[in-house]
């Protein structure tokens, strides 16, 4: 299996601040790699696909960036209401595997 | 608008069999575009792909090594929904457990665009 490895594993933000999240993949994945968010008692929904795409309605404070082994989740001003856990999930490989998350908190 | 409505007990003695069925709505479980996938998230495994059924001019069903042996999930055409069957449970499989559609719109690039709203399971007599 292709193991997702995210840091870090939790984090401390204000509203405004920039947030950015890695992940790494256990093997060359291009950029068949999407990006969750999941908030408490829900399931998770689709940020970005393709390592860079935005999911149609998710806000363009979102970004993606990196391809092979490496990548990022970028915030660029926090809101509220991305107090969450984000997960990384490769879609290379069967079984699809996502990283362990990353929960940003309100510091 | 596509939508998973998941249903079945929220708890299952040791040894027993895990049942639970996902209803679509507004999309085909024999769809030649979509993979159905049972998903399960705990604390000590993270977000986990059980296995995934899907026709393509006949159906395929695959599993996670981690489970092989012990799942069967099967379509249903007649109610346009797919199950879950997990055998011989133990305490390490409770867990929420989700189904979900997977789509791949192009370049090969897929993703999960859509959940049911999730089922509590805990193993415990």
């Known amino acids: 299996d292709i193991q997702m490895t995210q840091s870090p594993s939790s984090l401390s933000a204000s509203v405004g601040d920039r947030v950015t999240i890695t992940c790494r993949a256990s093997?060359?994945?291009?950029?068949?790699l999407n990006w969750y968010q999941q908030k408490p008692g829900e399931a998770p929904n689709l940020l970005i696909y393709?390592?860079?795409t935005l999911q149609s309605g998710v806000p363009s404070r979102f970004s993606g960036s990196g391809s092979g082994t490496d990548f990022t989740l970028t915030i660029s001003s926090l809101q509220p209401e991305d107090f969450a856990t984000y997960y990384c999930?490769?879609?290379?490989?069967?079984?699809?595997?996502f990283g362990q998350g990353t929960k940003v908190e309100f510091k | 608008q596509v939508r998973l409505q998941q249903s079945g007990p929220r708890l299952v003695k040791p040894s027993q069999t895990l049942s639970l069925t996902c209803a679509i709505s507004?999309?085909?479980?024999?769809?030649?575009?979509?993979?159905w996938y049972w998903i399960r998230q705990s604390p000590s495994r993270g977000l986990e792909c059980l296995g995934r059924?899907?026709?393509?001019?006949?159906?395929?069903?695959d599993y996670a090594v981690s489970v092989k042996g012990r799942i069967i999930i099967n379509p249903d055409t007649s109610k346009n929904q797919f199950s879950l069957q997990l055998n011989s449970v133990t305490p390490e499989d409770t867990a929420v457990y989700y189904c979900?559609?997977?789509?791949?719109?192009?370049?090969?690039?897929?993703?999960?665009?859509?959940w049911g709203q999730g089922t509590m399971l805990t193993v415990s007599s």
């Open positions: 507004g999309d085909s479980v024999s769809s030649d575009s979509a993979m």
């Open positions: 999930q490769q879609c290379l490989g069967f079984p699809r595997t």
């Open positions: 059924t899907y026709y393509r001019s006949k159906w395929y069903n």
């Open positions: 093997q060359d994945i291009t950029t068949y």
């Open positions: 393709g390592a860079s």
């Open positions: 979900a559609r997977k789509v791949m719109p192009f370049g090969g690039l897929d993703f999960f665009d859509i």
